[in-house]
């Protein structure tokens, strides 16, 4: 293969392992003798055309491994969609710093990034290796059995609704809590997995891979509230009716948008107040409390599965065999086999790009509140194996002498 630089650069959300990716490249790429140096590209696809980089090839082994194990995206990301004008300007900046591997860690967003970029390279006869590295806390890459990222926001998201529901459990009444995922429902349905006792929440589960009725959603609370006393109910911030329209967009009346012309739903509370509003006009219940879990559930320091950050070094190591064994551009693409371990594979970028993988039938209960066992077997092993438990006090009850 071509004799030249490597260039890696983060784009997307971030997240509790996307350094793992980026520091199992970085030191993989150092080994190969074609590897002159190895750049980093500081936000994304911004910094590539504005040329900021780092020389990744001076830092210590040992700080990158401090590195690895620490969330967020440690060169900085973008929101940045480029087209194909953008993507020609990228190209120039690779031509000029004999960049010939080129490594992007992401989405399907980044990943037909990478296939516009490569065609480029192709047209112009220029011998350029992209690989797109998954990344994504939604778990909506297809082809991937799951995406490094997801297991440790599922993981924070399982674990925040474990200590919800000890909290309800405590104080009863109705609490709503909003999870990311606009078209597709893993990490919400992720809440299922802090329940231990059958009445334990959330109760209810709402994913935008089913139609949402308000009146339904009434229904449901009204339901579980009369049987328990209380109900803690989990919603995925893409919830839309029969006609694919968003809730919140359909309750609230300034919408706001975000850089690619979605309306913005992260890091805003409108669907919890709106959601929590319906249910104490409608149902006359006081205590109701919502929350929007937001950017806490992509980053969180204290909640990491060590199987994420196992499989997110790995994808990063493969990106650079791929491509300096095998010369191959491509995504990098997960597999499961066997009762639990992973294989990792190269698929052609066009069949990642800009396609979106939701929830299988299989994994969503009958009424579409819930989640299935093979959901939770799909799970658990994603989740490592110091998984936070609840317990209960199991003392008997004191006969009563004055009130019988």
Known sequence: MKRGNVLIAQGGGPTAVI??????????ARKFPQVDRVYGALHGVSGIVNED??????????????????????????????????????LKVLIAHNIRYFFYIGGNDSSDTLRIVQEFAKKKSYELISIHVPKTIDNDLVINDHTPGFPSAAKFVASAFSGVNLDNRALPGIYVGIVMGRHAGFLTAASALGRKHRDDGPHLIYLPERNFKISKFLSDVKEVYNRLGRC?????????????????????????RDAHGNVQLSGMGALADLLTEKIKTNLGIKRVRG?????????FLGVVSEVDQREAREVGEKA???????????????????DYSVEYRLDPLVAVAGKTKTMADEFISKDGTNVTNEFRMYLTPLLGSNMPEAFRLRAPFVEKKLKK
């Open 320 to 338: 650079c065999q791929f491509a300096f064994w095998n010369g191959a551009s491509g995504s990098i693409t997960i597999h499961r086999c066997g």
């Open 19 to 28: 350094n793992q990716s980026l520091i199992g490249a970085v030191l993989e």
């Open 291 to 299: 929350d929007t879990f937001g950017y806490l559930q992509r980053s």
């Open 232 to 256: 803690v109910i989990a919603v995925s911030e893409g919830i839309h009716d029969t006609k694919g329209n968003l809730i919140v967009s359909k309750l609230q009346k300034d919408i706001e």
């Open 53 to 90: 980089f780092l020389d990744l090839t001076q830092e210590t082994t040992h700080n990158l491994e401090l590195v690895a194990a620490t969330p967020g995206s440690a060169l900085g990301s973008t929101r940045e969609k480029p087209d194909k004008a953008y993507c020609g300007e990228i």
